[in-house]
Each structure stands twice: as C-alpha cells, then as structure tokens.
T-cell receptor, first 111, second 116 residues
Framework: EDQVTQSPEALRLQEGESSSLNCSYT??????LFWYRQDPGKGPEFLFT?????EEKEKERLKATLTKKESFLHITAPKPEDSATYLC????????????WGAGTKLIIKP | DVKVTQSSRYLVKRTGEKVFLECVQD?????MFWYRQDPGLGLRLIYF???????EKGDIPEGYSVSREKKERFSLILESASTNQTSMYLC???????????????FGSGTRLTVV
C-alpha cells in the first residue's frame, strides 16, 4: 500500500536553531513529491515540487531535498514566522493528479 | 493575485440538512478538488474534476456529491448532513496537462463545517 510518513509530529525550536523535517514514502512509483505550508485556519500553501532523486529546491530559509526513499525539508536559522504545519504529499505513477498526503509536522519557533 | 475562493469560512448545519459548499477559482485551471481535513487523519480526497461536467470519486465519496457546470466553479454537496461530516473542507485547483502530472495545487482558505 502506498504510504507517506512524516516525522516528527511536532518540533519546537529556538529562533535561529536549524533543523530538518522528514518525509518518507513507500510508493509503487514516484512521479512527484510536494511540500506545503499550512497556517492555522487556512488552506495549505504550495512550497516545492521535486520530481527526481538528487533534486534540490530552495526558498528563503527552506531547502527541500529528495532521495529514492525520503525527502527532507531543511530550515536554516528559522524565525517565529516560520511556525506552521508542513505537509508532504506524493503523486504516484498510476495517479491522475491525485496526491497521497502525510499527516504533517507542526513546527513551532520560539523567539 | 490568483485565488481559490470558498464561499463560507464557517457553517453550522443541522443533521439531515442538504448542504452546499461552493468553490470558485480565477486561474482558468482545468482541475478542481475537494478535500476534507481532520486532526490525525490528514487530507482525504472526496471528489475531483478535470473538466467541466466531469467528476471522479476520491478516497471518501460516500455521503457527498459534486457539480461542475462551469470551469471556474466546483460545488460539494452533502446530501443529508451527519455529525461525522463535521470537518474542515478544502477546495483546490490545478492546471491540467496531457500526462496528468501534478504541478501543485492552489488551495482555498477552507470551510469549517459543524453539523449539530
């Protein structure tokens, strides 16, 4: 069964303390892996798409990487405004646009 | 600024009522999706549509139906609301391409529905 697992469930960091969020996947074939950010009471906001192992993408303090089994979202010198839930999702080879979602990592950055 | 607009942020309905959730996008996207999001269960796909008047069932279609009469509008209908349909409902849209590769969704802000 296709599955996406995110860890940890929650992560508390001090401002400026860099860390990584993990998204591991077990799927029949990967077409793309997606990272979204979700603020409380709002819809998810698209961050990155990665399509092949070895690919990396960056946006401000965020960097996403992809291997054949997992993806990492690295957060460098985070600020309180980076606090949010980060969602990972994958599109499998036999899907028509649909995504399989992880449960998310709630990130809290303390000033 | 491109947008997916959901008609209501909060709704309270009674058990047995027929409920309509509306979603409109202004990006000329071919694909539209309805998800529900519950704590601990993540996002679950209810229905999606990749063309006007087309619809496909997602993972949890029971108790729901959809309508897409125009490209920009996708409606979710709860035929007879029940308390287990209390949830956050999210609409999303995306471009459609021949190989059906997902290039990322744009989500609306969500509708928090409470069925009492």
């Amino acid at each position: 069964e296709d599955q996406v697992t995110q860890s940890p469930e929650a992560l508390r960091l001090q401002e400026g303390e860099s860390s990584s969020l993990n998204c591991s996947y077990t799927v029949s074939g990967l077409r793309g892996l997606f990272w979204y950010r979700q603020d409380p009471g709002k819809g998810p906001e698209f961050l990155f798409t990665l399509y092949s192992a070895g690919e990396e993408k960056e946006k401000e303090r965020l960097k996403a990487t992809l291997t054949k089994k997992e993806s990492f979202l690295h957060i460098t010198a985070p600020k309180p405004e980076d606090s949010a839930t980060y969602l990972c999702a994958v599109q499998t080879r036999d899907s028509n646009y649909q995504l399989i979602w992880g449960a998310g990592t709630k990130l809290i950055i303390k000033p | 600024d491109v947008k997916v607009t959901q008609s209501s942020r909060y709704l309270v309905k009674r058990t047995g009522e027929k409920v309509f959730l509306e979603c409109v996008q202004d990006m000329d996207h071919e694909n539209m999706f309805w998800y529900r999001q519950d704590p601990g269960l993540g996002l679950r796909l209810i229905y999606f549509s990749y063309d006007v008047k087309m619809k496909e069932k997602g993972d949890i279609p029971e108790g729901y139906s959809v309508s897409r009469e125009k490209k920009e509008r996708f409606s979710l209908i709860l035929e007879s609301a029940s308390t287990n349909q209390t949830s956050m409902y999210l609409c999303a849209s995306s471009f459609g391409v021949l190989d059906r590769l997902n290039y990322g969704y744009t989500f609306g802000s969500g509708t928090r529905l409470t069925v009492v």
